[in-house]
């Protein structure tokens, strides 16, 4: 075994050999972590970034609070650059802008004066224009940070300290959402609505041991900024929220406007979350110019300050609900948002959380934040009560502390003798003013004494008592589910929920027009359509060494379906293919196949019919033609191929028999019957060979006979009398093929 590589030294006697592998591990270890640790995935007790904690730590220094002036945005980027996070201002500036623009974020953490962009996709403008302060949610999230409530670590440079993570006294990571990539992990959060989880954390409070079911009876689904209806069924929600994998349906909210003589247009007043008004209007203008929408006729964009996109119908005898199930499908009117709950727990391990570990997580936070804030205001009362207990004393002993004070060389030592007091307290004696030595300002002392030492009762009884310290976060919660009420503007839930309509086929099947086309595929893999169904092909011009492999009719409503060697379908539209000008475009560019496969067949998709499949090694079964649509590029994987094979065959299963046909020339015939029925897999044996592969497979009626094609294009049809020299059972080796038989060993086009 050859020796890892080590990388030479440095001249001078300082070099050492070091090995390539274990440095180069180490040092892409380092960089991963600092990448997940620091960048991209959200803390779950405030669920933010450390970007994002910088800015509003940095915005508090600059006493930016929501009742304070607008400082500039520049001012906030140089002090973030500065002192906490030494990256490119652009990137900070970004994070900035986001966090003020209501259309991004839920609940807007930054108060922006000025063009902070907009839902169209137009940049913010400079940052020496803009100005920023924090709002009460940013105020929220800091509060009680100088109280000793989280941890501190020092900054890049170890000049000045920056939080850990902040109080939280707001949950921020779902509120807010938050995306974000590392290294070899992702997370993506959909914003929620404070209420609704306050709600929900209130009851997680009461029964801690509380179901995911219990907890979305609370947060039925994702509260997004721009609105839309949710149409995920419930149970993919629950199931989304129970793992924290999943995604969401969103679609854009639209009515029906009649117009005069029988007339509507459609009226969209919310598009989905992270879509760009204006790239969408661009789209839908697309479908038009491009004739991949028949049912739509126009599209303005009529918005001001609220959204409002009108759609007008081709004609008006088509149906709205069909019109808009199309767009859905053709656009990003809707889209889905996926939900990958992965963060960092406790700020430290990467994990991925169900909604009742999040909201758990955040409880535990502001649990641990209320013992180190009543820790922290009890020894400051302790301390207030040690100067209070020494100023009663020199009350009550008033003559004798002036006399003291006057006549001795070293007071302080004096009076700590005579009356036993501490340091503290014989230097806040020295440091009265002689007009706090008023009986008035006594009373006072002892008033403020009384009220402190009740307090520390109070807080000593708290932090000994699990169920007060919940009672109390139980308090803070209901203020901040109060405050961002379903009743209040901002704290209004803007997403609604539907179920998506279910349209009779035959409806929207009228409702679709229908343009016949021929669809070209060359034997190089490169794919065009032809307007109307062309029967004279000789015409048709190739790129050079290329020809003809199949040319089949269709029309622009139908699905393709592709069966590649691989075993695997592909699906795409008429819409994506190229015209019939030029030669085309490879299909490679609109799937994803390997190299050293190549495609074997294409037909227009009959969600009725059933196909068999087979492979070189004479393996293959009958599978129903819904179930090989594929939804994504790469495919869906039916016929398992076995390495070193490849497959052949994928033919309509109409009729009763199989006729099988070997590279050795041995046809078999048997029964349909024989041959299972599955969904993926590699089947079962049809034809065996000694030696060879199989090359073609035909299914057909016995009591239509069986037909082949020969080389110049003629049919022969031999029928069930002349075939029983042949007819057998499956997994049989076969007969010579009958004569005349085309040495092609092929019965022809599998889709005629």
């Known amino acids: 075994m050859a020796k890892s590589p080590t990388i030479p030294p440095p001249s001078g006697p300082q070099g050492e050999p070091v090995n390539l592998k274990d440095a180069l591990e180490e040092r892409y270890l380092a960089y991963a972590l ?12 405030d669920g933010l970034k450390p970007v994002h904690r910088r800015i509003l730590y940095a915005m508090r220094e600059l006493k930016l609070d929501p009742d304070q002036g607008y400082k500039k945005s520049a001012r906030v980027v140089g002090d973030v650059i500065g002192k906490f996070h030494p990256h490119g201002d652009q990137s900070i500036y970004d994070a900035l802008v986001r966090l003020a623009q209501d259309f991004a974020v839920r609940y807007p953490m930054v108060d922006g004066q000025g063009n902070f962009g907009n839902i169209d996709g137009d940049n913010a403008a400079a940052m020496r224009y803009t100005e920023t302060r924090m709002t009460e949610v940013a105020q929220a999230l800091l509060e009680g940070i100088d109280e000793d409530t ?21 949950p921020n990571l779902l509120a807010n959402g938050s995306s974000g990539i590392a290294v070899g992990m992702a997370t993506n959060i959909p914003p929620h609505n404070v209420d609704e989880l306050c709600a929900a954390a209130l009851h997680l409070i009461k029964h801690p041991n509380a ?7 609370f947060v039925p689904g994702p509260d997004f900024p721009t609105g839309g209806v949710i149409v995920e069924p419930h149970a993919q929600i629950l199931e ?11 679609r854009a909210k639209w009515h029906k406007e009649e117009l005069p003589r029988g007339g509507y247009q459609i009226v969209i007043t919310e598009i989905p979350y992270q879509v760009q008004k204006a790239k969408l209007v661009e789209k839908l203008a697309e479908l038009i110019t491009e004739k991949k929408s028949p049912l739509l006729g126009d599209v303005r964009d009529e918005s001001a300050e609220d959204i409002r996109l009108v759609l007008e119908p081709k004609t008006r005898n088509i149906d709205a609900n069909v019109l808009m199930e199309n767009m859905f499908r053709n656009s990003e009117l809707e889209v889905r948002f996926g939900l990958n709950m992965n963060v960092l727990s406790r700020g430290q391990v990467p994990n991925v959380l169900s909604i009742k570990d999040v909201l758990k997580e955040w409880l535990d936070h502001r649990k641990d934040v209320l013992v180190r804030r009543s820790k922290f205001r009890l020894n400051k009362i302790e301390n207030r009560l040690e ?11 008033l003559d004798e502390v002036i006399r003291i004070v006057r006549f001795e060389d070293e007071p302080k030592a004096k009076l700590m ?13 020295l440091n009265l003013r002689l007009r706090a030595l008023s009986r008035l300002e006594e009373g006072e002392i002892k008033k403020e004494h009384a009220k402190l030492s009740a307090e520390k009762r109070d807080i000593k009884a708290l932090l000994a008592s699990d169920e007060m310290q919940w009672d109390k976060i139980a308090g803070e919660v209901k203020a901040t ?3 961002y009420s379903k009743k209040t503007p901002l704290g209004k839930r803007r997403s609604q929920f539907e179920d998506a309509p279910e349209l009779d086929p035959a409806l929207e099947a009228a409702m679709v027009e229908k343009e016949p086309i021929t669809i070209i595929l060359s034997d190089k893999g490169w794919v065009r359509a032809l307007k109307g169904h062309q029967d004279d092909l000789s015409k048709l011009e190739f790129k050079q060494g290329d020809g003809l492999k199949r040319s089949i009719k269709a029309t622009t409503a139908d699905k393709l379906v592709l069966f590649a060697t691989n075993g695997k379908f592909f699906t795409i539209e008429p819409s994506q293919l190229p015209g019939g000008r030029g030669h085309g475009e490879p299909l490679r560019l609109m799937v994803e196949l390997e190299e050293n496969h190549d495609f074997l067949e294409l037909f227009a998709h009959d969600p009725e019919r059933k196909l068999l499949v087979a492979s070189s090694s004479g393996h293959g079964f009958i599978v129903p033609e819904a179930e090989v649509i594929a939804s994504t590029r790469k495919g869906k994987q039916i016929l398992a191929v076995a390495d070193g094979d490849m497959a052949t065959v994928c033919v309509a299963a109409y009729g009763d028999m199989i006729a099988s046909v070997g590279a050795n020339r041995k046809m078999l015939v048997f029964k349909a019957e024989e041959l299972p029925e599955m969904t993926r897999g590699k089947g079962v044996i049809l034809q065996r060979f000694a030696e060879g592969a199989l090359s073609d497979v035909r299914v057909f009626g016995k009591k239509d006979g069986l037909t082949w094609l020969d080389t110049a294009g003629r049919t022969f049809t031999l029928q069930w009398p002349d075939l029983k020299e042949w007819s057998g059972t499956r997994a049989q080796a076969g007969k010579i093929v009958p004569k005349g038989f085309p040495r092609s060993n092929t019965f022809g086009p599998a889709f005629g």
């Open 387 to 397: 100067v209070l207990d020494g100023y009663l004393i020199a009350y009550l002993n």
């Open 211 to 217: 179901s995911v079911e219990k907890i979305v009876e």
């Open 481 to 483: 589910r109060e405050a």
């Open 34 to 45: 600092s990448t997940i640790m620091s960048r991209a995935l959200p803390d779950v007790r």
């Open 240 to 250: 989304a929220y129970r793992t924290g994998r999943g995604g969401f349906r969103l």
């Open 417 to 429: 003798a005579r009356f036993k007091l501490t340091d503290v307290q014989a230097e806040a004696i």
């Open 150 to 170: 989280v941890d501190f670590k020092f900054t890049f440079d170890n000049v000045t300290e920056e939080p850990v993570v902040l109080p939280g006294n707001f």
